[in-house]
């Protein structure tokens, strides 16, 4: 067999909502987009969302319409895919990384919390695997916090205290303390890239809880603004008879989503209910399947939360990282794809230039140095998973005793 780690689940009903865009003669940001900001507002419970190119622009876009930049110290996990923290580099403010809980995919919300400073604006927890974040938790701290925030602008005066910005790039449909993804943070980014549960084969979209004394519309301009360059119409609204006249109201960027990504988005989200609950069902297999072995494994569903299940996340316990990779390559040999989510921040080069050192993260290291991720998809048949699950105990089985034999 030949399994892939994350292929796109994309039927007739996404391919006819692509040719009807391809034929409708309107390819770029248009009626399509407007559509699916909508859906996904409704989705998330949300007043607006904006459909952009990536999670990663509609982070960065949220830290500058907050006015986050040079002085200013956003904090975030050392656990997490170098969009979470690269985004803080691109606005100028002082990336702080947060080493994970022992034994815990998220942050340690008590070394969160001692990190907290009069110029910390933001803090940006990542929901790994679909599974969202301690927010309660978070909340309670940002609000302890509040006498040491310092407002420079007047949203950040709306919000009066450090900004919740999830990174929700894997939790599109995930719900926390039955409140969806989207509607618990103060913003959210959403990822829509093609290894994603819902795609739209690049993109990603921002939604916001509603703060008092803020217009909606004007917070959804401020971003429409810097996502198409600060013009002041975007392309439809320039196709008017006789309304080609603009303004650059400032040198912004160029992040939006197409009509085509959208019809995408569109056909998902009309399958996304039986997607989410599929990914269920595989997650449940495994986990039975898995039930006595030695291994720790991501929980995706408990009475305070429910996952998107994107991810299926397993640490090899005991273990280290040859271990690890020997499994990895094991199950390569079989066919099937694995992966590794994540090498922490501070073991890249970029961090590391940075003046970061994975040594004063080490529970972050614990949890990498011995995780394996096996194949989470819809399009895995049942035939496929008993096949998955087969080889990776054997591949265990194998590599513990080439271990006691010293090869």
């Not at 407002?151 to 910005?165: F, G, H, P, T, Y």
């Not at 913003?187 to 217009?215: L, M, Y």
């Not at 197409?258 to 995408?264: C, E, K, P």
Request: proline share 3%; aromatic share 10%; hydrophobic share 40%.
């Amino acid at each position: 067999m030949n399994i892939p780690f994350s292929p796109p689940d994309i039927s007739d009903i996404e391919i006819n909502e692509v040719v009807d865009t391809l034929k409708s003669g309107w390819i770029t940001t248009g009626p399509k987009t407007k559509l699916l900001e909508k859906k996904i507002a409704e989705k998330t419970n949300t007043s607006r969302a904006i459909c952009l190119n990536s999670a990663t622009a509609g982070m960065e876009l949220i830290l500058r319409v907050l006015g986050v930049g040079k002085g200013d110290e956003v904090i975030t996990s050392a656990y997490t895919y170098t969009a979470s923290a690269s985004v803080i580099n691109h606005v100028g403010a002082k990336i702080v990384l947060i080493d994970t809980a022992k034994d815990s995919f998220q942050m340690d919300y008590n070394q969160l919390e001692k990190a907290i400073t009069p110029n910390t604006k933001v803090i940006i927890p990542v929901d790994i695997g679909g599974v969202m974040c301690d927010y309660e938790r978070i909340f309670e701290i940002v609000n302890k916090k509040k006498e040491v925030f310092k407002a420079a602008n007047e949203l950040q005066k709306a919000v009066s205290r450090i900004v919740v910005l999830a990174d929700a790039a894997h939790s599109f449909g995930a719900i926390y303390k039955e409140k969806q993804s989207g509607e618990v943070a103060d913003f959210s980014s959403f990822s829509f890239h093609a290894v994603k549960n819902f795609t739209t084969g690049e993109g990603g979209a921002v939604t916001w809880r509603d703060i008092p004394g803020v217009d909606n519309e004007k917070l959804y301009k401020q971003f429409s603004l810097l996502s198409l360059h600060g013009q002041s119409k975007d392309a439809l609204e320039k196709t008017k008879l006789g309304s080609w006249d603009y303004d650059i109201v400032y040198p912004a960027y160029k992040c939006n989503l197409t009509d085509i990504m959208a019809s995408i988005g569109l056909g998902q989200i009309k399958r996304y209910p039986d997607i989410l609950a599929r990914r269920e069902q595989i997650i449940k297999f495994y986990d039975k399947a898995l039930e006595g072995h030695d291994l720790d494994i991501l929980r995706h569903y408990d009475n305070d939360y429910s996952s998107s299940g994107h991810l299926y996340l397993i640490r090899l316990r005991g273990q280290d990282e040859d271990f690890r990779n020997k499994v990895i390559l094991k199950m390569a040999e079989r066919g099937i794809a694995t992966n590794v989510h994540y090498k922490p921040l501070p073991m890249h080069t970029a961090y590391k230039n940075l003046g970061f050192d994975i040594k004063d993260y080490p529970n972050a290291f614990d949890m990498y140095k011995n995780e394996i991720s096996l194949p989470l998809h819809t399009l895995l048949t049942e035939e496929q998973l008993i096949y998955v699950v087969k080889n990776f105990k054997e591949s265990l089985r194998q590599v513990t005793s080439d271990s006691f034999q010293g090869v």
